[in-house]
């Protein structure tokens, strides 16, 4: 296939998946947009009022990054896994295994995907928190360079996730009992200097930890953690699962008997 | 030239079932073939490799002559896959069902909705175009499945039992389709378990059977190899027992309908005279089975004693 061709093959791919999340928008784009809003105004609002500052700003402005990010996470993971794993369910897949695609290209299209699924909530969830508090943007690259990369990280995580999957329950397991875990622990509602010297220590095996505070660095300009490190920490598990889903893929494994 | 060349195919499951023991086959050019075989002999298997759905084992496949392991890209546009389950997403519209799929194929979105309408058009499905799949019936899924098939003009068109649970106008006009396109010039593969699609469309045939090749010859060389034919015969007046013929195996079915097995060697007509001479008068006469189905069970039984062929 010319570099052409895997061009055209990818674009159709990222849109047939943009169509499938918009198309099916009650159940991908408005949730999160109603569960975030209220976080804004019970966890903001409500308690936040009474918990005072953290990290030098009050309570809505602190938790609105990590929110912001919680759904980009959850979002960019939850459409590769649903749909890469319905495309095996229905035997739609056969449709990319039969054609000349390269596996980079099926992986790239499911990826970018998810991104565009995870960073579109995400701006959703930005310009709802607009109602709730004030927010300014200090560090527009770091900023921009986090969403990226920790939507192709999960995006990546769904793919690999989904892969193995055999039943539907496969697909509930990693986001119930892994990622919602890590995600609440990461540092969302909490600077981690709160923690005892102990947590705070095992708080930094969470990589979450590094995506919400290099985040929350870039919109209000505090991080629990070295941004530059959490950058290098995100980005060498970007590389890590992109090989990894790419072997998968190549092989065969969950697709092909 | 070959369209199809497959050498020495093997492919063991991981549960350790051998469903390839080393195939050897090849398809001429514009041909249209048919590829038999009882439940399990390995026709999917073949054709799942073939399709790069299943990893072989071993063994070489070359499509007009580009190799699958090393010139996969190239060989894999010439081939259109209709498989036998319908597999493309419920939830689409068919009209993006058949574009996307030529985008897969690196086809740009102008000339994949030309493409798309053509074959819509072509086989009766243009008006539902805007349609969610799932709401179409089993014959238009499978129509839906030949055109998504079609969009990047293959050279070799493969369909695993096309015509499965299809009533028998569409399968007629199916038919047709298939002929007018092998008549263009794309070399077809089938296969199916109604042999006489079979017989009526293909020129040659290979039988597979327990991951082997038991035939692969032209459809005449096969059908001259029928040593036996048997025919039912509708009786005017019921009788009470079958009548003994030399030369004929005669079975009684019910009071007015005889099974006569006609060896290659005795002609119908001492049939008839030896009838009438003992006075049984024969109002109307059919084949028991189509006659490539009465080779295929009587090849299959020779091969799989005990087993029933499907």
Same mark, same amino acid.
């Given at each position: 296939m010319s570099a052409r061709e895997q061009w055209v093959a990818f674009l159709t791919l990222v849109t047939k998946e943009i169509r499938r999340f918009t198309r099916i928008w009650p159940q991908? $784009? $408005?949730?999160?947009?109603?569960t975030m809003t209220l976080y804004f105004v019970i966890f903001g609002n409500l308690i936040g009022s009474r918990i005072g500052d953290m990290g030098g700003f009050d309570y809505m402005q602190y938790i609105v990054p990590g929110l912001i990010m919680m759904s980009v996470i959850q979002n960019s993971y939850g459409n590769v896994v649903s749909s890469f794993f319905s495309t095996k369910f229905q035997h739609s897949i056969e449709e990319m295994l039969v054609s000349p695609m390269p596996s980079h290209v099926i992986l790239n299209g499911y990826v970018v995907g998810g991104m565009v699924r995870g960073m579109l909530v995400g701006l959703i969830v930005s310009l709802l928190s607009l109602f709730f508090t004030h927010l300014s943007?200090?560090?527009?690259?770091? %900023?921009? %360079?986090?969403? *990226?990369l920790t939507a192709a990280l999960f995006a990546l995580g769904g793919f690999i996730n989904a892969t193995f999957a055999t039943k539907f329950d496969d697909i509930a397991i990693v986001p119930t009992f892994i990622l919602t875990p890590l995600t609440y622990l990461g540092g969302v509602f909490y600077?981690?200097?709160?923690?005892? /010297?102990?947590?705070?220590?095992?708080?930094l095996a969470n990589p979450i930890v590094y995506m919400v505070n290099a985040f929350r660095y870039g919109v209000l300009g505090v991080s629990d953690v070295n941004v530059?490190?959490?950058?290098? *920490?995100? @980005? &060498?598990?970007?590389?890590?699962?992109?090989?990894? !889903?790419?072997? $998968? @893929?190549h092989r065969g494994t969950g697709i092909r008997h | 030239m070959s369209a199809l060349t497959i050498r020495n195919l093997t492919k063991t499951y991981a549960n350790g079932v051998q469903a390839l023991k080393g195939i050897d086959l090849e398809v001429k050019k514009g041909d249209f073939f048919a590829l038999l075989g009882p439940n399990g002999a390995g026709k999917s298997t073949t054709i799942g490799v073939i399709s790069s759905l299943v990893n072989k084992t071993g063994g070489d496949v070359s499509i007009f002559g580009y190799s699958l392991d090393t010139q996969r890209s190239l060989a894999k546009k010439q081939i259109g896959v209709v498989p036998q389950e319908f597999n493309f997403n419920q939830f689409e519209k068919v009209f993006d069902i058949v574009v996307t799929q030529a985008g897969f194929y690196g086809i740009p979105a102008p000339l994949a909705r030309e493409r798309a309408e053509k074959y819509l058009r072509q086989l009766g499905l243009w008006d539902k175009r805007d349609k969610q799949s799932r709401t179409l019936s089993g014959g238009m899924k499978r129509r839906l499945m030949i055109a998504r098939a079609l969009v990047h003009e293959p050279e070799l068109l493969i369909l695993d039992e096309p015509t499965a649970g299809v009533d028998i106008e569409l399968r007629r006009s199916m038919w047709d389709f298939l002929t007018r396109l092998n008549e263009q010039g794309k070399t077809i593969i089938l296969t199916t378990?109604?042999?006489? /699609? &079979?017989?009526?469309?293909?020129?040659?045939i290979a039988i597979i059977d327990h991951g082997m090749i038991a035939e692969n010859t032209d459809m005449k060389s096969l059908l001259e190899q029928l040593q036996v034919e048997t025919f039912v015969?509708?009786? &005017?007046?019921?009788?009470? /027992? !079958?009548?003994?013929?030399?030369? #004929? /195996?005669?079975?009684?079915?019910? &009071?007015? %309908? @005889?099974? *006569?097995?006609?060896?290659?060697?005795?002609?119908?007509?001492?049939? #008839? *005279?030896? @009838? !009438?001479?003992?006075?049984f008068e024969v109002m109307s006469m059919r084949n028991k089975a189509n006659r490539l189905e009465e080779l295929f069970v009587r090849l299959v039984e020779q091969n799989l004693p005990g087993e029933q062929a499907s």
């Open positions: 991908t $784009l $408005l949730p999160p947009a109603i943007m200090q560090h527009v690259f770091i %900023t921009i %360079t986090v969403v *990226v600077s981690i200097d709160l923690l005892p /010297e102990f947590w705070r220590t095992v708080s530059y490190a959490s950058l290098g *920490v995100i @980005l &060498a598990f970007v590389i890590a699962f992109y090989l990894f !889903a790419l072997w $998968l @893929l | 378990h109604y042999l006489e /699609e &079979a017989e009526s469309l293909c020129r040659h015969l509708d009786l &005017a007046r019921p009788v009470t /027992e !079958a009548p003994q013929l030399e030369g #004929f /195996e005669v079975w009684l079915r019910d &009071a007015k %309908t @005889l099974e *006569v097995a006609v060896p290659k060697s005795e002609s119908l007509n001492t049939l #008839f *005279v030896e @009838l !009438a001479r003992l006075n």
